[in-house]
């Protein structure tokens, strides 16, 4: 099975259509992004849509946020998901593979996510891709 990772240049039907099959699989409490939040996604500085297509379809996405702070360039990555039917295959590490060499062309010293721990398979990847469990506290705060 190979791979494609592209960054998403243009929201299109099909990237719209893909991403509320995949977002389910991600939450159950998040509704899908419309078009033009898609669209302020793949059009905006700090951040980069990635789709992986496995025979033309797309199977999975990521979010990388890339931003300047006063230490330095840093990224993130977020709503890595791969649709089910596809997982195992090596979609969810080609899309972190291309995540991390666009953090680094960007001139990024640290690329950072979470993950939660029932994500068993996932944190095993993450892992496996040389990423570090940092012992710091996650904290929110719920603006809604």
Do not use: K
């Not at 494609?4 to 998040?30: K, M, W, Y």
């Amino acid at each position: 099975m190979t791979v494609l990772v592209s960054v998403c240049e243009a929201v299109t039907p099909e990237v719209v259509d893909a991403i509320a099959r995949l977002v389910p699989q991600l939450s159950r409490s998040a509704p899908p992004p419309t078009a033009a939040q898609l669209e302020d996604i793949a059009t905006s500085p700090a951040s980069h849509l990635l789709v992986a297509r496995v025979d033309g379809e797309i199977v999975g996405s990521l979010t990388l946020i890339v931003f300047r702070i006063p230490t330095g360039v840093r990224a993130w990555i977020e709503d890595v998901v791969v649709d089910e039917a596809a997982r195992g295959h090596g979609v969810g590490e080609a899309l972190n593979r291309e995540a991390i060499a666009i953090a680094r062309g960007r001139g990024a010293i640290t690329v950072d996510l979470t993950s939660r721990p029932s994500r068993e398979a996932a944190n095993r990847l993450y892992q496996r891709l040389g990423f570090v469990q940092r012992d710091t506290n996650v904290y929110r705060y719920d603006i809604e």
